[in-house]
């Protein structure tokens, strides 16, 4: 993991009778300016500065165990990390399944581990800062980050109390998906249709509603809990890929209804 803070440094190139130029290959701004009389000229460039590092850590080391400055910094500025909650290093070779390189890595649950810095004035973000990382992830989230919902309900009088009951049959539809992805019009669309009834009360409308879910849960990491220190450890497989848990569909009708009882209309 590597931090750098862009600067830009100036250079002056001095003055030269001859027509003053500059490479685009060493210069990306030049003014320049010059005395007919003298015979002189002045170029002055300006230099895209490559900047150093802030902070690099390799996270390499053969073991971490949460000694202050183990996780070592190798930018010069004596950034070192320390290791919490079970962070580690790990070599599984090959690193990644069906290839002949490896290396040394940090290791991290997804849940609780990570690697702390102390406080220091160079981390002070006062105008830009780039963060550059070779970053492997064992599990991806489930979901997305746009949706589409879809609900209709017809609601008609009780048969009895008509004036303050109401019955409602009603259907849900939705459907998530990444943004930028081609929206996915019949794939992965979930349908939950239901009933209930609606009673008019002094503090306005409640109802309670039974809803038929009849898919199963979307699958998942594994943990394992420690009923000790309800800690939880993620479960690999020994090619460290992430162990995923397929809940099952409920088995019965009555399983799968969905009960709310809740003020106000739907919409």
């Given at each position: 993991m590597t931090f750098f803070k862009p600067s830009m440094s100036i250079s002056a190139l001095g003055s030269s009778a001859?027509?003053?130029r500059t490479s685009p290959a060493t210069?990306?701004?030049a003014v320049a300016s010059g005395n007919g009389d003298t015979g002189t000229a002045h170029l002055l460039a300006l230099r895209p500065f490559v900047p150093q590092p802030v902070l690099h850590w390799t996270?390499?080391?053969?073991?971490?165990?949460?000694?202050?400055?183990?996780?070592?910094?190798?930018?010069?500025?004596?950034l070192h990390g320390t290791s919490f909650l079970g962070a580690n290093t790990a070599n599984t070779t090959p690193a990644i399944p069906g290839s002949?390189?490896?290396?040394?890595?940090?290791?991290?649950?997804?849940?609780d581990d990570y690697v702390?810095?102390?406080?220091?004035?160079l981390l002070d973000v006062t105008d830009e800062l780039t963060v550059m990382m070779w970053l492997r992830p064992t599990a991806y989230p489930t979901g997305g980050n746009s949706a589409v919902v879809l609900n209709a309900e017809l609601r008609f009088p009780s048969p009895i109390f008509a004036q303050r009951m109401r019955l409602g049959l009603f259907v849900d539809a939705g459907q998530v998906w990444e943004r930028g992805e081609q929206l996915p019009v019949?794939?992965?669309l979930r349908v939950t249709p239901g009933l209930g009834l609606r009673f008019t009360t002094p503090?306005?409308?409640?109802?309670?509603?039974?809803?038929?879910?009849?898919?199963?849960a979307e699958p998942g990491p594994l943990y394992f809990q420690n009923n000790a220190d309800n800690s939880l450890t993620l479960r690999l497989n020994p090619d460290s890929t992430v162990v995923t848990y397929q809940p099952v569909r409920p088995s019965s009708f009555w399983r799968r209804l969905v009960v709310?009882?809740?003020?106000?209309?739907?919409?």
């Amino acid at each position: 993991m590597t931090f750098f803070k862009p600067s830009m440094s100036i250079s002056a190139l001095g003055s030269s009778a001859a027509r003053p130029r500059t490479s685009p290959a060493t210069a990306d701004f030049a003014v320049a300016s010059g005395n007919g009389d003298t015979g002189t000229a002045h170029l002055l460039a300006l230099r895209p500065f490559v900047p150093q590092p802030v902070l690099h850590w390799t996270l390499d080391q053969a073991a971490w165990n949460g000694t202050a400055g183990e996780v070592v910094d190798l930018s010069g500025n004596g950034l070192h990390g320390t290791s919490f909650l079970g962070a580690n290093t790990a070599n599984t070779t090959p690193a990644i399944p069906g290839s002949p390189g490896t290396c040394r890595y940090g290791a991290f649950d997804g849940v609780d581990d990570y690697v702390e810095v102390a406080d220091n004035a160079l981390l002070d973000v006062t105008d830009e800062l780039t963060v550059m990382m070779w970053l492997r992830p064992t599990a991806y989230p489930t979901g997305g980050n746009s949706a589409v919902v879809l609900n209709a309900e017809l609601r008609f009088p009780s048969p009895i109390f008509a004036q303050r009951m109401r019955l409602g049959l009603f259907v849900d539809a939705g459907q998530v998906w990444e943004r930028g992805e081609q929206l996915p019009v019949v794939r992965g669309l979930r349908v939950t249709p239901g009933l209930g009834l609606r009673f008019t009360t002094p503090l306005g409308p409640v109802r309670i509603d039974a809803a038929y879910n009849g898919y199963a849960a979307e699958p998942g990491p594994l943990y394992f809990q420690n009923n000790a220190d309800n800690s939880l450890t993620l479960r690999l497989n020994p090619d460290s890929t992430v162990v995923t848990y397929q809940p099952v569909r409920p088995s019965s009708f009555w399983r799968r209804l969905v009960v709310q009882f809740a003020l106000g209309q739907a919409f």
